[in-house]
């Protein structure tokens, strides 16, 4: 079971910068892809980045490529989200994500979310106009 604990989240103006992290204890996810989903108040949860267990390889949803960068440090166990030219369609909950299924393949497309199943509770970010 991973533990999973999300934190830098909060309010910016659009065209700033945030950073998020995400914690992670009890198994080890040092085999696991991890992702970063996102939940704006009445829509449906979607992908936003994953990042392979190996570091490298990332795949990202097109309406934040080039503008966030997922990256992870198996030493210390966590994966962060630098999140740079937010906009205000950018606000939501960002929830990270474990892969159930360890040594899994290079993801070339958004993965489902059937696919993670460990999850945190997220972390708001708010990008004010």
């Known amino acids: 079971q991973v533990h999973l604990v999300e934190s830098g989240g909060g309010l910016v103006p659009a065209g700033g910068s945030l950073r998020l992290s995400c914690a992670t204890s009890g198994r080890t996810v040092g085999d696991l892809a991890m992702a970063w989903f996102r939940q704006a108040p009445g829509k449906e949860r979607e992908f936003v980045a994953v990042?392979?267990?190996?570091?490298?390889?990332?795949f990202y949803a097109d309406t934040v490529k080039g503008r966030f960068t997922i990256s992870r440090d198996n030493n210390k166990m966590t994966v962060d989200l630098q999140m740079n030219a937010l906009k205000y369609e950018d606000t939501a909950l960002y929830l990270c994500?474990?892969?159930?299924?360890?040594?899994?393949?290079?993801?070339?497309?958004?993965?489902?979310?059937?696919?993670?199943?460990?999850w945190g509770q997220g972390t708001q970010v708010t990008v004010s106009s």
């Open positions: 994500a474990a892969e159930r299924t360890p040594y899994g393949t290079v993801w070339n497309r958004p993965p489902p979310m059937s696919f993670f199943d460990s």
């Open positions: 990042i392979h267990y190996t570091g490298r390889h990332t």
